[in-house]
């Protein structure tokens, strides 16, 4: 069974960094494209980066681009959003997800709150 647990979400100031992990379970990440997500209040659900081992292959909304990375670690079946220069527009629920031809899973969210 496919399972994220997504998780260091929490509140900072304008300009702060956040790292977000997700920890997969029941699945290898290198086997699935891996992305992270946001909605915030409000708004629909919005892609913000996803990662692939095929290729291999990365993707930034243009709106985070520059300022979040994210990253992969196979051994321990982890993805890290690494979130810098945090403006209060970043202020959401963030969720993980995996993606393997048509079938995506989600983990639940962790939320970020950016104060200005």
């Known amino acids: 069974e496919v399972q994220l647990q997504a998780s260091g979400g929490g509140l900072v100031h304008t300009g702060g960094s956040l790292r977000l992990s997700c920890a997969a379970s029941?699945?290898?990440?290198?086997?699935?494209?891996i992305g992270w997500s946001r909605q915030a209040p409000g708004k629909g659900r919005e892609g913000v980066s996803c990662?692939?081992?095929?290729?291999?292959?990365?993707w930034y909304a243009d709106s985070v681009q520059g300022r979040f990375t994210i990253s992969a670690d196979n051994a321990k079946n982890t993805v890290y959003l690494q979130m810098n220069s945090l403006k209060p527009g970043d202020t959401a629920v963030y969720y993980c997800?995996?993606?393997?031809?048509?079938?995506?899973?989600w983990g639940q969210g962790t939320q970020v709150t950016v104060s200005s």
């Open positions: 990662i692939s081992s095929r290729g291999p292959s990365i």
């Open positions: 029941g699945f290898r990440i290198d086997d699935y494209t």
């Open positions: 997800n995996a993606r393997r031809g048509s079938v995506v899973s």
